[in-house]
């Protein structure tokens, strides 16, 4: 298959995957976007709205408009380290004395990234004052645009997002019309990518298809859409006909300067990753897990995550080491794989655990950590530590000793944030941590960052500008965990930000897995897996289970598990620890697990799922909520059936999706072991009743074909 046609004469620029084409044109000096189809063919001219194109991105370096001016230069395309195709267009702007690299590379079933990287030919200092990766325009209609709409009560185009950009509100996922000649916006402003996720799917009811797009950047965002509608009757005096498109724009959010170009520097802008199709909602996710799993997602070197035990649960930080090795015994007991020890460990016996965050030492167990090590490697468990190396606490001596590097903003430090724009700061995190992962012989890091509400992030001396601090520091995490990656091959690395407080796609590509939460509350967390499961994949999203985080306050312990192993499970306060512990629920903690192991894990990374109920009303959630993980091929798969409160019924009439029509099935309840025998055709026609009677209660099968 040809990825990529460029014709030099006309300065256009076409990429394809699959059926999926994206064209763009260099034209009076600007790269335009020109359309997106996804029927194989690309369009003619007439039909696009040629008269007032959209640039393909948006510039602005030091105060100037940097959309413009552009000369070609160069087009090469090659395969990148990962397989894909990538075409590479270089342009100069030479009244601006900047070099411009445009990287699209085509992944598979319509999805693209697109990678920006400015360079200043001046030998001076220049300031990126705004950037938008990535600009454009979606399904334009010149013809007949007044009959397909009708009486334009409403528009017909959604755009679907995470509503909620706060702490234990993620997932929380809806559709908003947007409007005609307006612009619809959201992001994060709190310092992070937030407990949203930069992440958008836009549907048009007019035309169909979907678009999903995803940006990798760990700090503030801002998508925008706008439903583009010219209404004339017929032609006006200029002869321009009516038209309706879709705009959009995606972009990093700071104040200016964002960030600034030494003479002959090159910087990267955040990475776009995107999607265009005429699939249904469910295929389009699909899709784009896919396309995350074969070219971005990290995977560890053994293929899949661990099952851990975090030791935080009932004991929190008032750890002994009888106390952890308690709770080593019982983590292998219950079949976890890794142990790991969280906040608390770390600081001055004489100072609160969170007031001394920053100084990774042990100073208030005799023996150290060593103990507890061996003991948890003995018992074949793998051992992690937590730590949160972005923050320093305000009773630390580190930041005693480095006053300096807290982040700054109109003459005041921030209190816990460290400026990873200082070098010097940047290099002793990386340090600590590799200082850390020999010391105890660390089979994964546990990253966790609680510094609240950054907002528009600090500022700089940097020659004559004031720049924020924003793009530095993600470029400076990004680094040190991609040096962690070199160094220690087999390391595991677990994200988590106060919860899913930075789980965007710029963390996941270096760590295998995130805490997509803080609050594991039964039922709030079914509504925010049902979210989280659309912008990552299954197996990339650690559940916990346990008194840590309210994550078995609410619903029947089989409810919980049966949740809990939809993605990786986490243990944490199984039991207080001066107690022998439930064997009830012991032994159903153990009979998940192994159903984890054994059924759910071998296909997790393969899976397709299906949500059944995209949208679930209310903060905490109120309804059902229902998802479906089958193999593309049918053979294999599960389904979670919650009912949630205020549900109209008390059954759920469960049609299958992923099932094959001329096949038969097993499906095992898995609570009670009991297996029937169906047809395929059956299940995905009419269904089956599933009725529970009680709210905060599930049902849970194993659906194989027979």
């Known amino acids: 298959m040809k990825h990529f046609i460029f014709n030099k004469e006309r300065m256009d620029f076409r990429y394809s995957s699959g059926t999926t084409i994206y064209n763009e044109k260099l034209w009076d000096g600007r790269l335009v976007s020109i359309n997106y189809c996804a029927t194989g063919m690309p369009p003619h001219d007439h039909d696009c709205v040629m008269e007032a194109p959209v640039c393909a991105f948006d510039l602005a370096v030091d105060g100037k408009d940097a959309t413009f001016g552009w000369e070609f230069d160069n087009w090469t395309t090659y395969e990148d380290a990962s397989g894909r195709p990538c075409a590479e267009l270089t342009l100069k702007n030479p009244k601006l004395s900047l070099q ?28 990126i004052t705004k950037i938008s990766p990535l600009c454009g325009t979606l399904w334009e209609k010149k013809h007949d645009v007044k009959d397909s709409l009708g009486d334009y009560d409403q528009s017909l185009v959604y755009v679907g997002c995470f509503k909620d950009n706060h702490w234990g509100a993620e997932g929380n996922f809806d559709w908003y019309n947007v409007p005609y000649n307006a612009w619809v916006s959201f992001g994060g402003e709190n310092g992070r990518s937030g407990h949203g996720h930069p992440f958008a799917i836009a549907r048009n009811d007019l035309l169909g298809g979907y678009f999903v797009c995803q940006m990798e950047w760990g700090a503030n965002w801002k998508f925008a859409f706008k439903n583009d509608f010219r209404n004339f009757a017929a032609t006006d005096n200029n002869g321009l006909k009516p038209y309706i498109r879709v705009k959009f724009n995606l972009s990093p959010e700071a104040p200016a300067p964002m960030r600034v170009m030494e003479a002959g520097e090159e910087v990267e802008a955040p990475r776009i990753h995107f999607g265009f199709g005429y699939n249904d909602f469910d295929d389009t996710i699909y899709n784009l897990h896919t396309y995350q ?15 851990s035990y975090d030791h935080w649960g009932y004991m929190e930080h008032e750890m002994t080491e009888e106390k952890l090795l308690i709770e080593v015994e019982r983590a292998a007991k219950l079949g976890a794989e890794i142990f790991v020890v969280d906040a608390g460990w770390y600081g001055r016996a004489d100072k609160n655990f969170w007031l001394s965050v920053g100084d990774w030492h042990m100073c208030h167990l005799e023996n150290d950590l060593h103990p507890v090590v ?6 074949g468990l793998k051992f992690g530590l937590w730590v949160e190396p972005e923050a320093w606490g305000i009773d630390s001596l580190a930041r005693e000793e480095h006053p300096g590097w807290l982040l700054q903003r109109y ?5 816990r944030v460290i400026d990873f724009s200082h070098p010097e700061a940047e290099k ?15 089979d994964m890091i546990r990253l966790d960052y609680n510094n609240g509400y950054i907002g528009e992030g600090g500022f700089n001396e940097n020659g004559e500008y004031l720049e924020n601090s924003h793009w530095r520091n993600v470029e400076a995490i ?4 991609d ?18 407080g930075r789980t965007d796609l710029g963390m996941m590509t270096r760590f295998s897995k995130t805490q997509f939460s803080d609050w594991y509350k039964f039922p709030r967390i079914a509504k925010t897996f049902n979210g989280m499961s659309m912008c990552l994949p299954p197996e990339c999203l650690m559940f916990i289970y346990g008194s840590a985080m309210s994550a078995s306050v609410y619903g029947n312990a089989e409810s919980q598990l049966q949740m809990t192993i939809q993605g990786i499970p986490q243990l944490s306060g199984y039991a207080r620890y001066e107690e022998e512990g439930n064997p009830a629920l012991e032994a159903m903690i153990q009979k998940y697990l192994k159903l984890f192991k054994e059924y759910i894990r071998p296909i997790q990374n393969k899976v397709k799922i299906y949500h059944h109920t995209p949208v679930v009303a209310g903060f905490s959630g109120r309804g059902w909520v229902v998802t479906e993980a089958m193999l593309p091929d049918g053979t294999k798969g599960y389904v979670n059936i919650n009912r949630l409160p205020n549900t109209e019924t008390d059954t759920w009439q469960l049609k299958l999706k992923g099932c094959d029509c001329t ?44």
């Open 100 to 127: 411009l690299r445009v990287l699209t590379l085509c992944g598979e079933n319509g999805f693209f990234s697109r990678h920006i990287y400015i360079k200043n030919l001046s030998d001076k200092p220049q300031s």
């Open 293 to 307: 799993r074969k070219y971005l997602l990290h995977r560890p070197s053994r293929g899949y995550d661990m099952i």
């Open 374 to 379: 061996k003991r948890a490697k003995e018992l």
């Open 411 to 415: 003459g005041h430090g921030i209190e």
């Open 428 to 442: 002793y995190i990386e340090d600590v941590l590799c200082s850390l992962v020999e010391k105890y012989d660390l």
């Open 478 to 481: 990004h680094r040190i965990f």
């Open 483 to 500: 040096n962690i990656h070199k160094k220690y091959p087999d390391l595991h690395l677990e994200n988590c930000a106060s919860g899913g």
């Open 663 to 706: 096949k038969d099935y097993i499906l095992t309840d898995v609570a009670t072991g009991k297996q029937f025998v169906t047809s395929g055709y059956s299940l995905f026609s009419q269904g089956m009743p599933v009725t529970l009677d009680a709210s905060l209660t599930s049902k849970m099968f194993l659906v194989e074909m027979k």
